[in-house]
C-alpha cells in the first residue's frame, strides 16, 4: 500500500515545474492522468538531445518527469471535451496546473467552477510569479526568474557574473514546492473535508533556498560577495587545487581546519593571526589558499579525500555528472531505477529519493505515450466504446 494510493490527479501541466511536482505524487502511489491536447501533447515531448525520440513525442525532458503516469487527450477549448473533463474531476483529489493567471478560468475550469462540481479537491496553480501582483500576467521560464530573483546575481565570481545554474533550479523547486503544499492539502482536507486552491509561485519558491546569503543582506546589511566555488561561511571551505584536478574541502569548524593545517604540514599557520580565528580566516581566504594548494599540489586529490576524511574534515572529489550517477552511494540508495519502455528500450529515471520504512515509492511505470490511457480513463467514468469512437472522430480526444 502506497502512502497516496486511492489519490487521483488531474495533471494539466507541461515542461518542468508542474510534471515534476506530479512526478512526486505519482512516485509515491498516487493516479496522475496527464490531460494533454491531442495534437502533441506536453511540450517537453518534442524536448531533448535524441531527434527520433522527439519526433516520437517522447523527448528526454518528457521521459525524465513523467514516469508511473496516464496519457489523457482533451481538446479543452471544445465545450464536450470541458463536459467530460469535468465528469473526471468529480473522480479526482487533485488537479494540478502551470498555465499563466487565468487561463482555466476562461477555458471555463477554473477552481470556482470545479468547486461547483466537488467541493473536495485540491487545485494547485503553478506560475511564475503567482496569481496576483503586478507581475502576475508576464511571461516566464526559469532563467528569466533565476534573473529576477536574484539567483544570476550571487552566483559566479568578478570574472563571471551574472551566472545561471546549469540546471532549471527555479522549475524544479517550483515543482518540489507544489507537491509539498498538496500533500499539506490533503492532509488539511482529512480534517476539514474541504478541498482548497493552492498559488504556487516560481519567484516565491526559490528565494528562501538563498536563506542565508537573503539573511545577511536582510538582517545583516551585507550585500553578497561573489566568491565562486568558495563558501562565504568558511575558510578553508570551497575548491582548492590538487596534484591532477581539484578537491572540495569544507573546513567549518576550528577543530577542522587545525587538521588541515597538520595534515598539509602547516602548523604555523595555526597561530598566524591571519588565519587563528574562522573571521579572520574569511577576511584572509586569498592569502590562505595559495598556501594550502602549493601543499595539496604535491599530491592526488583521492589521497587528500582519504587523509582528510579520516580526519573529519569533510572532503570529495568533483565527479562529472556521468561518474555522479555511477558511485556506490548511488547505486546503493536506488537513486535511480531502470526500466523498459515499448518502442525505446531501457530507460534509467530517477526514483523517489525520500527513503520511507513502510511505503517506499518506486518507478514502476515507463513515461506514457500520448493518449495512451484516454480509452482506459474514459471507460472508467462511464463512456461506451461508441462514445469514445465518436469523441476521437470529431478531435474531442
Known amino acids: 500500500m502506497k502512502i497516496l494510493n486511492g489519490i487521483r490527479v488531474l495533471d494539466l501541466t507541461n515542461v518542468l515545474s508542474g510534471p515534476f511536482a506530479t512526478l512526486h505524487l505519482s512516485l509515491l502511489g498516487a493516479e496522475v492522468i496527464k490531460i494533454e491536447n491531442p495534437e502533441d501533447g506536453d511540450l517537453a515531448r518534442k524536448l531533448g538531445n535524441v531527434p527520433e525520440l522527439n519526433e516520437k513525442l517522447m523527448g528526454t525532458s518528457f521521459l ?16 464536450k471535451a470541458k463536459e467530460i473533463f469535468l ?22 475550469i477554473g477552481y470556482k467552477e470545479l468547486k461547483k462540481v466537488n467541493s473536495k479537491i485540491v487545485f494547485c496553480a503553478i506560475s511564475g510569479f503567482g496569481q496576483t501582483g503586478p507581475d502576475a500576467m508576464k511571461p516566464a521560464y526559469d532563467q528569466i526568474i533565476q534573473g529576477l530573483s536574484g ?3 550571487v552566483n559566479g565570481d568578478e570574472r563571471l557574473n551574472p551566472l545561471r ?18 500533500m499539506a492539502a490533503l492532509y488539511s482536507r482529512e480534517k476539514s473535508g474541504e478541498g482548497q486552491f493552492i498559488d504556487i ?9 538563498m536563506g542565508w546569503v537573503a539573511a545577511n543582506l536582510l538582517i545583516g546589511h551585507q550585500p553578497p560577495t561573489l566568491l565562486g566555488n568558495d563558501n562565504m561561511t568558511a575558510a578553508p571551505s570551497g575548491t582548492f587545487a590538487t596534484k591532477d584536478g581539484s578537491i572540495n574541502i569544507a573546513a567549518n569548524k576550528q577543530e577542522q581546519w587545525e587538521a588541515v593545517a597538520d595534515e598539509l604540514d602547516l602548523q604555523e599557520l ?7 580565528k574562522r573571521d579572520a580566516r574569511k577576511k584572509n581566504r586569498k592569502e590562505l589558499t595559495p598556501l594550502l594548494e602549493e601543499k595539496l599540489k604535491l599530491n592526488s586529490t583521492a589521497h587528500w579525500v582519504k587523509i582528510l576524511n579520516k580526519r573529519g574534515v569533510p572532503s570529495g572529489e568533483i565527479l562529472s555528472l556521468a561518474d555522479a550517477l555511477d558511485t556506490p552511494q548511488v547505486k546503493h540508495r536506488k537513486t535511480i531505477e531502470t526500466i523498459r519502455a515499448e518502442g ?6 530517477f526514483n523517489l529519493t525520500a527513503k ?11 513515461p506514457p505515450r500520448l493518449s495512451e490511457h484516454t480509452d482506459e480513463v474514459l471507460s472508467d467514468v462511464g463512456y461506451t466504446r461508441a462514445e469514445i469512437d465518436s469523441f476521437r472522430e470529431k478531435g474531442i480526444i
Open 344 to 349: 525505446i528500450g531501457e530507460l534509467k529515471l
Open 201 to 209: 509561485a516560481l519567484l516565491d519558491s526559490i528565494m528562501p533556498l
Open 270 to 276: 595555526k597561530s598566524d593571526p591571519r588565519f587563528q
Open 87 to 108: 465528469k473526471l474531476v468529480k473522480t479526482a483529489d487533485v488537479v494540478v496546473e502551470n498555465f499563466r493567471p487565468g487561463v482555466m478560468d476562461r477555458l471555463g
Open 356 to 366: 520511507f520504512e513502510n511505503d517506499n515509492g518506486a518507478v514502476e511505470s515507463a
Open 151 to 153: 539567483v544570476m546575481a
Open 64 to 79: 525524465a518527469q513523467n514516469a508511473n503516469k496516464k496519457s489523457v487527450t482533451l481538446n479543452l477549448k471544445d465545450e
Open 165 to 182: 545554474c546549469g540546471f532549471p533550479v527555479c522549475d524544479t523547486v517550483g515543482g518540489l514546492n507544489a507537491a509539498f503544499a498538496i
